[in-house]
Antibody
Framework: QVQLVESGGALVQPGRSLRLSCVGS????????FHWVRQPPGKGLEWVAV????????YYADSVKGRFTISRDSSKNAIYLQMNSLRVEDTAMYYC???????WGPGTPVTVSS | DVVMTQSPLFLPATLGQPASISCRSN???????????LHWFQQRPGQSPRRLIY???NRDSGVPDRISGSGSGTDFTLKISRVEAEDVGVYFC?????????FGQGTRVEIK
């Protein structure tokens, strides 16, 4: 069936880096763009980044611009979120979602704390 | 950024009775192609969001027809005609017309 599965979340110290992965299956991965959306504990949803189906266009929320990088490897049916210079306020569940938001992964938790 | 404002933020609902959530944007959500990219999501406790309604009023597969979306421009509504126990959760509206895409604060629906 159509699914997305995220991985890579962890407890990290402020200023460190982390790379999240999202692997898709059950559909033609290369036809779709993907988003990363995050949700701090007990709070609402924040859109983080998008990558076009062919990787030609990427766009970021101001809160992560210059620190986070979205990328994809369609040969592996995967998208990534490289997160550098992490801050306490980046603590959240991170979800990947297929373009249109009809398909979401279960999320991977990131905690930034000293 | 487009601000999405939901009301109420907490909705104590009665089983079998209707319930309604409002979502307003501070800019028109009509895109240049004529479509309005306003979606509704349900998030049950411990789960990831699930899209219920896309482009204002289109119900996703598996969503019961007692759930409906309506509205235009800057003013949108999600309606549940008869609340059931499975409707408990947090509901978010989201605009995907303008960058960055933005969500409403969420409306928590609980059973009275």
């Amino acid at each position: 069936q159509v699914q997305l599965v995220e991985s890579g979340g962890a407890l990290v110290q402020p200023g460190r880096s982390l790379r999240l992965s999202c692997v898709g299956s059950g559909f033609t991965f290369s036809k779709y763009g993907f988003h990363w959306v995050r949700q701090p504990p007990g709070k609402g949803l924040e859109w983080v980044a998008v990558i076009w189906f062919d990787g030609s266009y990427k766009y970021y929320a101001d809160s992560v611009k210059g620190r986070f990088t979205i990328s994809r490897d369609s040969s592996k049916n995967a998208i990534y979120l490289q997160m550098n210079s992490l801050r306490v306020e980046d603590t959240a569940m991170y979800y990947c979602a297929r373009h249109g938001y009809g398909v979401w992964g279960p999320g991977t938790p990131v905690t930034v704390s000293s | 950024d487009v601000v999405m404002t939901q009301s109420p933020l907490f909705l104590p609902a009665t089983l079998g009775q209707p319930a309604s959530i409002s979502c307003r944007s501070n800019q028109s959500l009509v895109y240049s192609d004529g479509n309005t990219h306003l979606h509704w999501f349900q998030q049950r406790p411990g789960q990831s969001p699930r899209r219920l309604i896309y482009k204002v009023s289109n119900r996703d597969s598996g969503v019961p027809d007692r759930i409906s979306g309506s509205g235009s421009g800057t003013d949108f509504t999600l309606k549940i005609s008869r609340v059931e126990a499975e409707d408990v959760g947090v509901y978010f509206c989201m605009q995907a017309t303008h960058w960055p895409q933005t969500f409403g604060q969420g409306t928590r629906v609980e059973i009275k």
